[in-house]
């Protein structure tokens, strides 16, 4: 992928990036230990964490994927989610983790969370790759968080501009003149 130019500055790199999901994954392997979770992988970003991850967690998983988005303040209800692809097995009494790429306003993870508690999981975990506390709207937050980042435009493994840039083995920071043109 050739993206020169376009590219502002690496913020993670890709060793960064497989040496803190060791450490998460040994973490999630420790809680989970004797369980088989479903890992809901949320789409389309993050496809690629969720690849590295349950690849460097010991503990055995089955994978779904769901594709949301949000449209509004959600801290009243589940009512502000659109689900353009739903899971199908029934999740009642299972252990569940959410693959999640960022939590930018946490529109999106609060109201996906609370829909899917009505589903009455054993337990509801949420994994993501980064998270932007500074732009938090909703009340929601992470289990288990890979890295904590300023209000910045990331972009790469798996996090989108127009849908370009999600194939770059790292997290970037993309150039204004980009977006701004
Ligand atoms: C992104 C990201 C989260 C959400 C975070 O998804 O993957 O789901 O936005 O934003 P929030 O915390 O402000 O709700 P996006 O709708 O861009 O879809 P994509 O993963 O397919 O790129």
Known sequence: ???????ERVLIDEKQIAQRIGEV???????????????ICILKGSLVFCADLIRAMKTPVTLEFM??????????????????????????????????????????????KEMLKTRRPASLRIVTLL??????????????????????????????????YRDLPYVGILSRSVYEN
Not at 67 to 77: E, L, N, P, Q
Not at 133 to 161: H, K, M, N, W
């Open 1 to 7: 992928m050739e993206y020169s130019g376009e590219i």
């Open 25 to 39: 994954a040994k973490q999630i392997d420790a809680d989970c230990a004797g369980k088989m979770p479903i890992v």
């Open 67 to 112: 594709k949301v988005s949000s449209y509004g303040a959600s801290t009243t209800s589940s009512g502000k989610l659109s689900v353009s692809l739903d899971i199908l097995s029934n999740i009642e009494g299972k252990d569940i983790l959410i693959v999640e790429d960022i939590i930018d306003s946490g529109h999106t993870m609060y109201a996906l």
């Open 131 to 164: 998270d932007k506390p500074a732009r938090r709207v909703s009340p929601v937050t992470a289990d288990y968080t890979c890295f904590e980042i300023e209000d910045e435009f990331v972009i790469g493994y798996g996090l989108d501009y127009a849908e370009r």
